[in-house]
Every structure is written in C-alpha cells, then in structure tokens.
C-alpha cells in the first residue's frame, strides 16, 4: 500500500516537473521572438529588406506576419503586392497566384493594378520549365501546355486593360514568344503522328497550328506536312492547294517541301531558357 501511494506521489511530481517545463519554455519561446513588438514599419522594412537580398522564405514570414498583426493599413497593402513575388521566388506559385488574385479581388483601383496583371502572367509562364526544356520529347502529347495558354491570357488582359503599361510592351513579346512555342508544340505532335503515318491525325494537327497561330515561325513546317499528309491520304487536290500557298507565302520552302525533304525547326531549347531567364519585376 505504502509503495502504491509512494509511486503516485512520484508520478504526480513528474508530471507538475514536466508542466513547469512545458511552460517555462513556451515564454522563452515568446521571449525569443524578435518580431514580437515590432511595429508595422519595421514588419515591412525587414520583409523588403529579406525580398531585396534574395531570402524569400524569410521575406513571405514576415509579410504574413505583417498582414496577420496589421492588416489594414498602407504596409499591410503593400505587403499585399509584393508578397506574391515573394512566394513565386520561394518556388510557391500556387500561392503566388493565390496572392495575385487576393491583391486584385481587394484593390480593384490600385495604381499598381497593371504590375499584378503582368506578374500573375510572369508567375503562369515560369510555371512549368519542364515545357520550355523538353519542347521535343518522345511522346508530345503528354505536354501539358495549359501554364503557356494561362499565360498568354494574363498578358493579353494586361495589355487590354492598360495598353500603355510600362509591362505592356515586354508582354506583347512574350505573347509572341508563347505563340511560337505552343505552336512548335502542335507541330511536333503533328510530327509525331507523321511519324507513325497517321496520316488523318497528322493533317488534322497541322491544320490546327495554321488556324489557331497564324504567323508563327513553324507556319512553313506546319503547311509541309499538310502537303505530305495530303499527297499520303491521295488528296492530290488539297494538297496542290496547300503547295500554292507554300509557295505563295514561302516559296523559299516550297521546291524542298514538293522533293519531300525536311524543313529544319529553327526553335531551339537553350534560345528558349535563355529567354525564360531574363524577367524584369516590379520595382517601387
């Protein structure tokens, strides 16, 4: 009996030891805190500070620190535009768009609205490298282009809605440049099909990069296999028809495209990571 009742009063010490613990470091945890009485100001001098020096993960902290204490206010509203580059450079690009269409949905007026436009654009085409580094892969049709085609709808609404935006110009190019490599993308599938001699898919495909990109740099390639799938399909017809307007809009192509040899694609993967690497952002 005596041992049962000695056990318990050992027990009950244990466990008031352990709740001394508990609690003694949850205020020195408080205490460690350094951002704990900083004022709005100082949130966001720091946050810009870690922005401009390349630590995003520690920029997005405090920024959300600042919005969760000072959430009204010209800093916290600031926060609310430059966190979402934050998050795009700490490899968060769900929660940059997120933050994007928070800053939008709350500041339908902000002088600053074109920039959030552009960024959301910036944030889609970054999105997803792997397009832009593997644009000739073994099967094409895996691609998943949907963060080129957001993309391209996001600089289009920019240059809509603010056609003299200092981000209207450098979105323009890369609308164009989106437009090429979604079609070299469509080209290389109708390839694909060629390959196989899918003749109906191939001319399918080409016909699809001549109606939806018109004027893009594959426009010659996309009309020889048009020509190819046709002369194939004995659709001798449509296919002089697509050779008159080889010849006609590139006749330099057309005595190779009727000899059945190869046009070169002139898109090249490092041209386009090369271009992908320089992005101008938003600056005060």
Same mark, same amino acid.
């Given at each position: ?9 050992s027990? &009950? ?23 704990? %009485? ?9 946050a ?6 390349? %630590? ?6 405090y ?5 969760? !204490?000072?959430p009204?206010?010209r800093?916290a ?9 934050a *998050? *795009? ?6 929660a ?5 269409d928070?800053?939008?949905? @709350?500041n ?16 889609n $085409? %970054?999105?997803?490298?792997?397009f832009?580094? #593997?644009?000739?892969p ?9 963060? /080129? ?5 996001? $600089?289009? #609404?920019?240059?809509?809605?603010f056609?003299d935006? #200092? ?12 437009r090429?490599?979604l ?6 599938v ?5 390959? !196989?001699?899918?003749?109906? &898919?191939?001319?399918? !495909?080409?016909?699809y990069?001549?109606?939806? *990109? ?11 296999i ?6 194939? @399909? ?11 307007? /080889?010849?006609?809009? $590139? ?14 694609? #002139? ?6 990571? !090369?271009?992908i690497?320089?992005?101008?952002? $938003? &600056? %005060?």
């Amino acid at each position: 009996m005596h041992l049962y009742r000695g056990s318990a009063v050992s027990l &009950a010490r244990s466990l008031i030891v352990l709740i001394v613990i508990i609690t003694v470091s949850g205020c020195a945890s408080l205490r460690e805190d350094p951002t704990l %009485n900083w004022s709005a100001s100082q949130l966001y001098g720091e946050a810009k500070a870690a922005l401009d020096s390349g %630590n995003y993960e520690q920029a997005v902290e405090y920024y959300e620190l600042l919005e969760a !204490r000072f959430p009204f206010g010209r800093f916290a509203q600031q926060a609310q535009i430059e966190i979402p580059y934050a *998050y *795009y450079r700490a490899g968060e690009p769900e929660a940059a768009l997120a933050a994007v269409d928070r800053f939008v949905q @709350l500041n339908p007026r902000h002088p600053n609205l074109d920039y959030a436009y552009y960024l959301r654009g910036l944030i889609n $085409f %970054n999105r997803d490298q792997g397009f832009l580094t #593997r644009i000739f892969p073994m099967d094409p049709a895996e691609m998943d282009t949907k963060p /080129l085609q957001q993309a391209f709808q996001d $600089f289009g #609404r920019l240059i809509n809605e603010f056609p003299d935006s #200092r981000y209207a110009e450098d979105s323009r190019q890369r609308m164009i440049f989106i437009r090429n490599a979604l079609a070299s993308h469509e080209l290389r599938v109708a390839e694909f099909y060629v390959e !196989r001699q899918a003749w109906v &898919a191939a001319s399918q !495909r080409a016909q699809y990069v001549i109606e939806r *990109y018109q004027g893009a740099d594959v426009m010659p390639q996309a009309l020889a296999i048009l020509y190819q799938s046709y002369r194939a @399909l004995d659709l001798e017809d449509h296919a002089e028809n697509t050779m008159a307007v /080889l010849e006609l809009n $590139f006749p330099e192509y057309a005595e190779d495209v009727r000899a059945g040899r190869p046009i070169t694609l #002139r898109a090249e993967a490092r041209g386009l990571r !090369r271009w992908i690497e320089s992005v101008p952002f $938003f &600056a %005060n």
